[in-house]
């Protein structure tokens, strides 16, 4: 199982990002999918999820309306869609394979600085 992030960097308040999780070594379209972040100093906190096929997303008090997971089974990969983002949003932020074996794997991570 290979999950790798891409797509973090730094952005004023405001602006936009878009992260990308590269999927390989497993039926991708079986499993949910969350992000999670870790803020410095934080404990890991779940920011979304989003079910097989799409059908259900789930996302943290914090992010609502202002981020969107999706998915794309062809592809193997999973984004998230960053908006207004704030300082408090400054994190890395993981991809994390979820439901039926939750939190198992988990990438590496890319930072998001917002500034």
């Known amino acids: 199982v290979q999950l790798v992030e891409s797509g973090g960097g730094s952005v004023q308040p405001g602006g936009s990002l878009v992260l990308s999780c590269a999927a390989s070594g497993f039926t991708f379209s079986t499993y949910a999918m969350s992000w999670f972040r870790q803020a410095p100093g934080k404990g890991r906190e779940g920011v979304a999820a989003?079910?097989?096929?799409?059908?259900?997303?789930w996302y943290g008090d914090s992010v609502k309306g202002r981020f969107t997971i999706s998915r794309d089974d062809n592809q193997r990969t999973l984004y998230l869609q960053m908006n207004d983002l704030k300082p408090e949003d400054t994190a890395v932020y993981y991809c994390?394979?979820?439901?039926?074996?939750?939190?198992?794997?988990w990438g590496q991570g890319t930072q998001v600085t917002v500034s």
């Open positions: 994390v394979r979820d439901i039926p074996e939750p939190f198992a794997y």
């Open positions: 989003i079910s097989p096929g799409s059908g259900r997303r």
